[in-house]
């Protein structure tokens, strides 16, 4: 990253990036929304102490000085954390997350907690109590969800670097809406812990930046075996950042054609095919796959995902902590309905009911446990393609970014904006958005996906993608 290059060289201060930073959030937040809280006098704070760690000199992390956002679903010590809900809007935990944790001792500046959809449940950072994250590049456009506020921030200067989870595409689609670049780890490679749960065996904590360095840099820094979280992976942590150093020679990407068919924007997949085209001109080598039950995936996924929500919020009853609306205490279950109905989006109660209704008698074979079954069959097709390909390549969207309200009349249409992504949370896999060109000045995201715990590879291939993709822009503009 070019930023901390110039902190070390002395070129300009950590104070001087979070002064622009928060020149930036004044000049847009208005209009954009992307934060929920914004940390202020802690952000100054943290420049200073990493101004002064650099005039001390020494070994320095990469991430110090460096401005970063944070979702507003991993806990922050002593800031609030609301999930986009009113039932936590005043909830300020008492800990921080791991992945908090590692950035901040990574001397890096806290800037603010950002937008999203109640509890990560939904599409574009609509269903957010705060109101709509808008997309920085069309403000009547959705930024997607639900890490919008994270993808917003990051494509508008309002942060350089951004924390975001992703249950079901939660990362990758906002970045591929506000042309960003946006990660999504194997499930375990980052702890989970201080992550308030949606869907707990498809949540994932993983890094938004500009650029696919950007991004290698923030894996560096949050991945990494928790003992304080039983789903984080005992396996080595590599270097990411040396990954991104390697070219194409011989890497084989896989191009699955259940994702180029029907339902496809025909500019995206023109878009997609191109970029896939000029890394085969410069060595990759494209191989057809097929992944015969990824069409499941969408109805797989919200079954599973929203069974899980059902039992995750169902410790919001407002006995414990959060809002409660103040029903006499001697009547127990009138609390816990009014609570819970003035306290839940319609989205998020949705979910609950769906959730529910999945896990009940009668119906848990007919539908959770056939779920769960169509899940390994999903994860069993890209086990059998990684036998034969490095990485696979697919479009992250299926649309472009829509309008604002354009989908939250139709439930189904909001669902269906996640085709792409969902199969990868299922499987467990990591994935990675880019920019891979634009139509009608909207971005078009390209999605690579890796094997289990191959981070590696899909940085490698998205840096070299970028590489050839400015050195191809620049030979076409005569640059």
């Known amino acids: ?68 956002a944070v979702k507003d679903l991993l806990c922050t010590k002593g800031i609030k954390t609301t999930c986009g809900s009113k039932i936590l809007e005043n909830f300020v935990p008492t800990y921080n997350a791991t992945a908090v944790k590692n ?35 069309d403000p009547k456009r959705v930024a997607g969800g639900s890490s919008g506020g994270s993808a917003a921030a990051v494509s508008s200067a309002e942060s350089i670097l951004a924390l975001g989870t992703d249950t079901g595409g939660s990362i990758r689609q906002p970045s591929a809406f506000c042309g960003v670049t946006g990660i999504k780890p194997t499930y375990g490679r980052v702890s989970r812990y201080g992550l308030i749960s949606y869907a707990s065996s ?13 991004c290698a840099m923030m894996l560096d820094v949050i991945c990494g075996h928790d003992p304080l979280d039983t789903t984080s992976a005992n396996v080595a942590k590599p270097d990411f950042k040396a990954a991104i150093k390697e070219d194409l020679e011989g890497i084989r990407i896989g191009i699955p054609e259940e994702f180029f068919s029907e339902g496809l924007d025909s500019r995206i997949k023109e878009k997609v095919l191109t970029a896939i085209g000029l890394m085969e001109k410069n060595g990759a080598r494209v191989v057809p796959i097929n992944l ?16 899980e929500a059902s039992s995750n919020l169902a410790r919001y009853d407002g006995v414990k902590y959060g809002f409660r609306n103040g029903v ?46 169509a899940r390994t069959l999903i994860k069993e097709d890209f086990d059998e393609a990684f036998k034969t390909v490095d990485c696979i390549m697919t479009p992250v969207s299926p649309c472009l970014p829509f309008t604002l309200g354009e989908k939250m009349t139709d439930p189904l249409q909001m669902y269906l904006v996640d085709i792409y992504t969902v199969s990868l949370n299922l499987a467990g ?22 094997n289990h715990f191959d ?25």
Do not use: W
């Open 1 to 68: 990253m070019e930023l901390a290059r110039l902190l070390r060289k002395g070129d300009i201060s950590a104070r001087e990036i979070t002064e622009s930073v928060f020149g930036r959030i004044g000049e847009r937040e208005e209009t954009i929304n992307a934060f929920i809280t914004t940390t202020r006098e802690i952000a100054f704070k943290q420049a200073k102490e990493a101004d002064a760690r650099f005039r001390q000199g020494g070994d320095i992390p990469l991430l110090t000085g460096i401005p970063v």
């Open 103 to 137: 950035v901040l001792d990574a001397g890096a500046v806290l800037v603010g907690k950002t937008n999203m959809d109640e509890f990560g449940m939904g599409s574009s950072t609509e269903n957010s109590i705060m109101g709509p994250t808008k997309n920085p590049l």
């Open 202 to 214: 498809l949540d994932q904590i993983g890094a938004i930046g500009k650029t696919v360095e950007d």
């Open 292 to 307: 015969p039950h990824s069409p499941y995936a969408v109805s797989t996924y919200y079954l599973i995902a929203t069974a």
């Open 328 to 373: 006499d205490m001697a009547d127990c279950m009138e609390m816990y309905e009014k609570t819970r109905t003035e306290g839940f989006g319609m989205e998020v109660k949705r979910r609950i009911m769906l959730g529910t209704y999945v896990l009940s008698a009668g119906y848990y074979d007919a539908y959770y446990l056939k779920a769960q079954k």
């Open 429 to 450: 896999l990591p994935g990675m958005s880019l920019p891979c060109g634009t139509v009608d000045d909207l971005p078009v995201g390209l999605q690579i996906v890796g």
């Open 455 to 479: 981070e590696e590879m899909v940085l490698r291939v998205g840096a070299a993608y970028e590489r050839i993709a400015f050195s191809n822009r620049n030979h076409n503009h005569g640059i």
